[in-house]
């Protein structure tokens, strides 16, 4: 019965027959309920009977035991870190990293008595001198933001495991329609479940998906510090993943088009997208990956003013700062020097779930109105 994603989506964890012969799973507001004996479900706990619908619907969908929602990606991520490290403990992060996850370490984790060292996602070398005896825990992403790096994910996997690390990974950009961390040995899967989970840019929430003993630690922590998501954002949120598969594929979808236009335009220096064959990691993620995801990046030939120009000329994508939503969106960013032939003024495409016609049309015209170009 559930033998493809876009099935698993819908009917994942699904009670059959529902409370009260409901197709779709009671929202119950309620933050307290009456008990005999043990212990009452309470909505910080994250026990109220629609937050544990929405943790069987996520654990479905990553293929994981069990789940626990957040109330925000950096809820995920920093409460997944601290149920793994201690203070005196070090960290392995091993990515780009969103901008929320470098700040949380930059800032937080000296206080904290943690110690980290930043490495290259795809060089096993740079995680082997990183390890110290201290080391308990390894951080990755699926695909990078916005250089949409792929690394070793299944290496960085059986690297953990094999010096008895924890290994964790943010899986925001890939979805698990696009990867299933479990699937090659990740301890813990994150994330922003603002992004794609939900997919309508109207909740804030986040995810942790894991083995039933660790999922019961993140979940302590959860409780102790009071991070868990509110009711109606879970029922919100198990609503928003019926439709996952489909917005996923078409995104990728978009993505893959509008990416193929621009390479090789004469307003394009350069472009980043998994799904095109000059992408350094495409071999690699094309062995890994059921698609390649929804994000890429591109730098305009003219500098700011090019990028500039060509955000302002859109008429679809919004220029906003996010992604994974159906709505298109655009964001300019300055990749400074160390980005290759990306360093330097680039924009970053989220593709939303428009036609691909539509979405390519306006790029063309965008790009035609670069100052570059005359
Ligand atoms: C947005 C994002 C986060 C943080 O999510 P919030 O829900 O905004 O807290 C974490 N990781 C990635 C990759 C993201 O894109």
Redo the contacts with the bound molecule.
């Keep these: 019965m559930t033998d493809t994603f876009e099935t698993l989506a819908v009917h994942g964890g699904e009670p059959r027959p529902a409370a009260g012969g409901s197709v779709v799973f009671p929202l119950f507001q309620g933050t307290v309920f009456e008990t005999d004996r043990g212990e009452a479900p309470y909505s910080r706990l994250g026990t109220n009977p629609t937050q544990r619908h929405l943790h069987r619907r996520l654990a479905a969908l990553e293929g994981a035991e069990a789940a626990v929602a957040t109330a925000?990606?950096?809820?995920?991520?920093t409460t997944a870190l601290h149920s793994v490290l201690a203070a005196g403990d070090h960290l392995i992060a091993a990515g780009e990293f969103?901008g929320?996850?470098h700040r949380f370490l930059t800032e937080h984790a000296a206080r904290l008595g943690w110690t980290w060292d930043l490495v290259n996602p795809g060089d096993p070398g740079a995680w082997r001198e990183a390890l110290r005896p201290n080391t308990k825990a390894f951080l990755t992403?699926t695909i990078t933001?916005p250089l949409t790096a792929v690394g070793d994910l299944a290496g960085a996997a059986r690297f953990a495991r094999a010096h008895a690390l924890t290994s964790l990974i943010?899986n925001?950009?890939a979805t698990p329609v696009v990867f299933r961390p479990h699937s090659v040995g990740f301890d813990l899967v994150?994330h922003?479940?603002?992004?794609a989970l939900n997919g309508h840019s109207d909740l804030?929430?986040?995810a942790v998906t894991g083995s039933r003993e660790r999922i019961a630690r993140v979940a302590a922590v959860l409780g102790s510090y009071g991070a868990s998501l509110d009711p109606h954002a879970a029922f919100l949120l198990a609503r928003g993943l019926k439709t996952l598969a489909l917005r996923v594929r078409r995104q990728n979808e978009n993505a893959q088009a509008v990416a193929e236009l621009l390479d090789g335009h004469d307003a394009v220096a350069a472009v980043r997208y998994p799904g095109l064959p000059g992408h350094p990691d495409h071999r690699r993620a094309a062995g890994l990956l059921d698609g390649f995801g929804s994000v890429l990046a591109f730098r305009p030939h003219g500098g700011a003013s090019a990028a500039e120009a060509i955000v302002k000329a859109l008429r679809l994508p919004y220029a906003a700062p996010?992604?994974?939503g159906v709505e298109s969106l655009v964001t300019r960013l300055d990749l400074g020097a160390a980005a290759g032939d990306m360093s330097g003024e680039a924009v970053r495409f989220s593709a939303g779930i428009e036609g691909a016609d539509d979405l390519v049309a306006d790029f063309a015209q965008a790009l035609a109105q670069s100052p570059a170009l005359v």
């Design positions: 925000s990606g950096m809820g995920a991520i969103y929320g996850t992403e933001n943010d925001t950009l994150c922003s479940a603002t992004k804030t929430a986040g996010s992604l994974g």
